[in-house]
């Protein structure tokens, strides 16, 4: 009897090992497998992925440092176990991990749970700032990646992970005022309130205290004290960047264009080192305007003068497209559109501006859809010039996967011109079946 209690014992655990993830530490959460259920900041972690296809799937992790979330592919592979597997490397910043993985375009959401994971120290405790750090980022990406989203739950965690760790406070001090004072009103106006009123009781204040109780007035809407503290900051710091914004912003609603090219150029002589997305609008704005004087020195000292090249691209094609639509200027829009598809792909060639929120196939793959829109703008501009061919063949990539009507139809009309009709009747088949066509494609095969 005895000896078949054993037996029993012995089958019972081993068909509870078949259901264990593989390696004595690890953790699974719905289809995905870490090796390693306590990851650590620097490690170099093994997952699995329990799905055969890799082709169909498209993956991606999100290390998170305090409030920021750094987007890094990840380059599965198949397995003999019918499995994909991968390395990921935690950066030593890292306080948490999130991953983010799709099959055919559709998320795997983990029954809106997802698969976010906290980082552990060598005693194998959750790091301090791990539960903020995921509870932020369900705030932030929860919504776009199908997750639940319950806002006071993340108030909760956050503010939890303050009290057990005050030394994150720094980091997350504001980030937490500003949920409070949103999700719980009352508790948290009295929160903010006394935050104000320990930084105005100071004899002076530093930059960023001065940047923090700006914070503070313009999330309760006092208009008034948030005007007082810019006046009192800029007075206190002329070279701070809440000076830069508020000089820059005064640049960008000048409507007169001489004030406001000689308020720019007063703004730089201050503020030589100034960059960003206020700086590039204010220069689009600049060009643009010059542009339209048909000043065409002026519009190229400014807008050569913006920083990101992705805002540059854009200005280049805008006025490309302006030219080719009027059907005038061509050889300047030519040489404008051409610039703007140079610098695309400049970036294609070395991602690494990319913001942290893309993933390096991300960015790539955004920079390709900007690719195809500005094609479309070459290829127009390449037909109305004459070279039917070149325009072809442009347009072809503008045309992509062939779901934009109207650079369809502009490519059935080069082609036409061209006489291929053959490709016309084929293309146009095609564009109709998928729905991605407009009545006047049907002219073509009447024609």
Known sequence: MKSLIYLLSFLILLASCKNEPEGTNALTLGKLTLEDATPSPGDSLNISYNEKAVDSIEAMFYYLVNTNAYAVDIHLKNDTKNTLKATIQIPDSAAAIAFNIKKNEEIDNNNREGYIIP?????????????????????????????EVNKDSIVTAIQKDITEHPEISKEWKLVYLDLMYKERKEEGKKLVTKYIDSLSSKESLTEKEYQSLLRMYNLTGNKEKADSIKTAAIATFPKSKIAERESLIKVYEIKDLDEKTKAYA????????????????????????????????????????IDEELNKASVYNSVAWEKAEAKKDLDFAENLSKQSLELINSLKEDPSNKPDYFSESQFKNRLEGTYQMYADTYGLILFQQGKTKEAIDTQKIAVGDGKSVDVNKRYLEFLMTDKQYKTVLEKGESFIKSGNSNPEMLDYYVT
């Open 266 to 305: 007063d703004f730089k002589t201050k503020f030589p080192e100034a960059t960003g997305q206020i700086n590039d609008a204010v220069l689009r704005t600049i060009a643009l305007a010059y542009n339209k004087e048909g000043d065409v020195a002026k519009f190229d000292e400014y807008a050569n003068q």
């Open 119 to 147: 980082l552990y120290n060598s005693e194998g405790h959750i790091i301090a700032g791990s539960n903020a750090a995921k509870a932020y980022y369900r705030l932030n990406f929860g919504e776009r990646n199908e997750l």
